[in-house]
């Protein structure tokens, strides 16, 4: 290895099961600084519905409007609030060194929630 170019150190899980229904959750300091600076900034989006959350909440229905408007008028309110409950949850547990099943299950889905919603902001696409 060039003596220009440090070595990197061995990655460690952030994530690892330490038993039944338990993991460890070993996340840097800055990491969760982050997590601590986008979540409210999530929480925001999702409850005013800002254009940068539309793949949150996709189309049931996409070849009728009239249909997915149905769908919209009864499982809207539901889908965000299901997202914000999955939020309040990673925030209250962001300090936590284990969780249980059910919290890890609502970190992966705000991580993805987080990811859906900056990559629309930076206007990622398949391409």
């Known amino acids: ?35 601590r600076s986008l979540l409210p900034q999530l929480k925001h989006a999702v409850e005013s519905r800002d254009p940068a959350t539309r793949r949150l909440f996709p189309p049931a229905y996409p070849d009728d ?6 769908y919209q008028g009864l499982m809207g309110n539901e889908l965000a609030n299901g997202r914000l409950v999955a939020v309040s949850t990673v925030l209250a547990t962001l300090d936590e060194q284990e969780l249980a099943l059910p919290a890890l299950e609502r970190w ?20």
């Open 65 to 70: 409007p009239d249909k997915g408007r149905e």
């Open 1 to 35: 290895m060039s003596e220009d170019i440090p070595e990197l150190a061995e990655p460690f899980p952030r994530i690892a099961r330490v038993g039944p229904g338990r993991f460890s959750l070993n996340l840097p300091l800055p990491e969760r600084m982050l997590l």
């Open 108 to 127: 992966m889905e705000v991580v993805n929630s987080l990811r859906l919603v900056l990559g629309t902001r930076l206007e990622v696409t398949e391409e």
